[in-house]
C-alpha cells in the first residue's frame, strides 16, 4: 500500500516562499510519476505540477512556470515543490499524488493512483 504524507505547508506574505514536501511510503517510489494538484476554496482540483519517475522531466501549468519548480529525491522517496514569488492567488489545499508510470500530467490519470491529505498553504497580501 502507498502513502502520500504532505508538509511545508503555511501562513507567507505575498513575495514570499515555501517549499513542500511529500513523503512516500510503499515500494518502487521510482517507479511512480508523481504530481501536485492544489484546490482554492469553491474550485476544483487543479494541476500544478509534474515530475517523472526519473526526474528527468517536468511540466508545470501556466499559472505558476516560472515561480514553482518540482523536484525529486528517489533515495528519500520524496518530492519536493519549491514556491516562490507566491501570490494570493497561490492561497489553497496542496495536494500530491501519485501514479505508476513513467510520466502523467492529467488528473484524471492520477485518480487512478494515490493522493496525500493535503497542506494548506495561504499567502496573505
Known amino acids: 500500500q502507498v502513502q502520500l504524507e504532505e508538509s511545508g505547508g503555511g501562513l507567507v506574505q505575498a513575495g514570499g516562499s515555501l517549499r513542500l514536501s511529500c513523503a512516500v511510503s510503499g515500494p518502487n517510489f521510482s517507479r511512480y510519476s508523481m504530481a501536485w494538484f492544489r484546490q482554492a476554496p469553491g474550485k476544483g482540483r487543479e494541476f500544478v505540477a509534474a515530475?517523472?519517475?526519473?526526474?528527468?522531466?517536468?511540466s508545470y501549468s501556466d499559472s505558476v512556470k516560472g515561480r514553482f519548480s518540482v523536484s525529486r529525491d528517489n533515495a528519500k522517496n520524496t518530492v519536493y515543490l519549491q514556491m516562490n514569488s507566491l501570490k494570493p492567488e497561490d492561497t489553497a489545499v496542496y495536494y500530491c499524488a501519485a501514479r505508476y508510470s513513467p510520466f502523467d500530467v492529467v488528473k484524471a490519470e492520477y485518480d487512478n493512483g494515490y493522493w496525500g491529505q493535503g497542506t494548506q498553504v495561504t499567502v496573505s497580501s
Open positions: 515530475i517523472s519517475r526519473s526526474g528527468g522531466q517536468s
